[in-house]
T-cell receptor, first 112, second 117 residues
Framework: DAGITQSPRHKVTETGTPVTLRCHQT?????MYWYRQDPGHGLRLIHY???????DKGEVSDGYSVSRSKTEDFLLTLESATSSQTSVYFC???????????FGNGTRLTVT | AQSVSQHNHHVILSEAASLELGCNYS??????LFWYVQYPGQHLQLLLK??????LVKGIKGFEAEFIKSKFSFNLRKPSVQWSDTAEYFC???????????????FGQGTILTVHP
């Protein structure tokens, strides 16, 4: 689906450790997004990118940073993981701001 | 800030029953509207979208949605559900303030649909 690969698919980590999630695309799409999914909250935007080295915060960005050094990769870093960051993380992308989002398969992160 | 509200957290139906899932949004400007579906253990997939034109839009698998601007609503409907429609459904909105949004979607909380055979 839309050439999106998220890695890892599952991860268990300890509180206080840094974690980096990777989103890789083969579509050359400009816009990329990181969402987290939690029961009762739907999907909430963490950060997004509208081009190489162009990123901005979403509604739940505290404790997260991102980097996009090339079109195909969008990295999400939890600087010091906390239990409240236990969630399923989805990467999404679109080729134009009026086109639908296409989602990756998600990364299930557990912070113990 | 824009917000999206889905009226029902969990809907339980029998096969062949009709479905209507409610969605209301808060933004009064230009909006693009979407419904996504997430089958168990899978990622979100687009069901249908509204950008402009006919407010009744048809999507995949027999789903349709009606945009009612005066009510800020975009309800999802299906005349006869199947067991395979069991999934979680998300309404989402992109608004355009000042001419740009970078395509950011705001999602509702989701509605879990369980269809009994």
């Amino acid at each position: 689906d839309a050439g999106i690969t998220q890695s890892p698919r599952h991860k268990v980590t300890e509180t206080g450790t840094p974690v980096t999630l990777r989103c890789h695309q083969t579509e050359n799409h400009r816009y990329m997004y990181w969402y987290r999914q939690d029961p009762g909250h739907g999907l909430r935007l963490i950060h997004y990118s509208y081009g190489v080295k162009d990123t901005d915060k979403g509604e739940v960005s505290d404790g997260y940073s991102v980097s996009r050094s090339k079109t195909e990769d969008f990295l999400l870093t939890l600087e010091s993981a906390t239990s409240s960051q236990t969630s399923v993380y989805f990467c999404a992308l679109r080729d134009g701001k009026d086109s639908p989002l296409h989602f990756g398969n998600g990364t299930r992160l557990t912070v113990t | 800030a824009q917000s999206v509200s889905q009226h029902n957290h969990h809907v339980i139906l029998s096969e062949a029953a009709s479905l209507e899932l409610g969605c209301n949004y808060s933004y009064g400007g230009t909006v693009n509207l979407f419904w996504y579906v997430q089958y168990p253990g899978q990622h979100l997939q687009l069901l249908l979208k509204y950008f402009s034109g006919d407010p009744l839009v048809k999507g995949i698998k027999g789903f349709e949605a009606e945009f009612i601007k005066s009510k800020f609503s975009f309800n999802l409907r299906k005349p006869s559900v199947q067991w395979s429609d069991t999934a979680e459904y998300f309404c989402a909105v992109t608004s355009y303030a000042g001419g740009t949004s970078y395509g950011k979607l705001t999602f509702g909380q989701g509605t879990i649909l369980t269809v009994h055979p």
